[in-house]
């Protein structure tokens, strides 16, 4: 089974206007993080958001927020006031904290996000 | 600043060639990793590092190898290249395995 589920390939926003990524994970495991990574077309790997299992409060950094859902296990990306610079890959990933995967990130497959003016 | 850095960026190489992409870390973090990238798959970890002498297998570990040697580097090894090994290949590191993975630039690797 898939541990981390990004469902939309691509999404388009208009510049200004909000746009939310879908994440959904799948874990047994009651200590995980999950992660989100911007790869412009440059194709360098840009960490921009953290949120772990235990937070009681959604993290938010800047002009991003993850809306963590724990009991739907969701993790989903919320850019506010888009910028035509936030055009990228988006890719959700997952650590779990135990055994043989400590520490290991899972990744989805990513979302292709294109801001038109 | 530290940082962490891959080389080469770009390399073309022939089936069957022996193949050592490397990476240089300078934030002494004990954690490294090599992933891989490819179309439809998203990134998938080839080998992993949680210390000095310390290597471990990752999802996608046939045909690479890794050995540490110090804290600061993470060599990986395409024992004998295929074209199936084509692909954009990176390291990340971390503080300890609960801490953010930082990447490096990437390589972009070609197997003719």
């Known amino acids: 089974a898939q541990k981390i589920t990004q469902t939309q390939p691509g999404m388009f926003v208009q510049e200004k206007e909000a746009v939310t990524l879908d994440c959904t994970y799948d874990t047994s495991d009651p200590s995980y993080g999950l992660f989100w990574y911007k790869q412009p077309s440059s194709g360098e790997m840009i960490f921009l958001i953290y949120?772990?299992?235990?937070?009681?409060q959604n993290a938010t950094e800047g002009r991003y927020s993850l809306n963590f859902q724990k009991a739907r296990k969701s993790a989903n990306l919320v850019i506010s006031a888009s910028q035509l610079g936030d055009s990228a890959m988006y890719f959700c990933?997952?650590?779990?904290?135990?055994?043989?995967?400590?520490?290991?990130?899972?990744f989805g497959r990513g979302t292709q996000l294109t801001v038109w003016p | 600043d530290a940082e962490i850095t891959q080389s080469p960026r770009h390399k073309i190489t022939e089936t069957g060639r022996q193949v050592t992409l490397a990476c240089h870390q300078t934030?002494?973090?004990?954690?490294m990793f090599w992933y891989r990238q490819d179309l439809g798959h998203g990134l998938r970890l080839i080998h992993y590092s949680y210390g000095v002498h310390d290597t471990n297998k990752g999802e996608v570990s046939d045909g690479y190898s890794v050995s540490r040697s110090n804290t600061e580097d993470l060599p990986l090894t395409l024992e004998s290249a295929a074209s199936s090994q084509t692909s954009v290949y990176f390291c990340?590191?971390?503080?300890?395995?609960?801490?953010?993975?930082?990447f490096g630039p990437g390589t972009r690797l070609l197997v003719l």
């Open positions: 949120q772990g299992s235990y937070d009681q």
């Open positions: 934030w002494n973090h004990n954690n």
């Open positions: 990340a590191s971390s503080v300890t395995y609960e801490e953010t993975q930082y």
């Open positions: 990933a997952m650590r779990e904290g135990r055994g043989s995967t400590l520490g290991r990130l899972y």
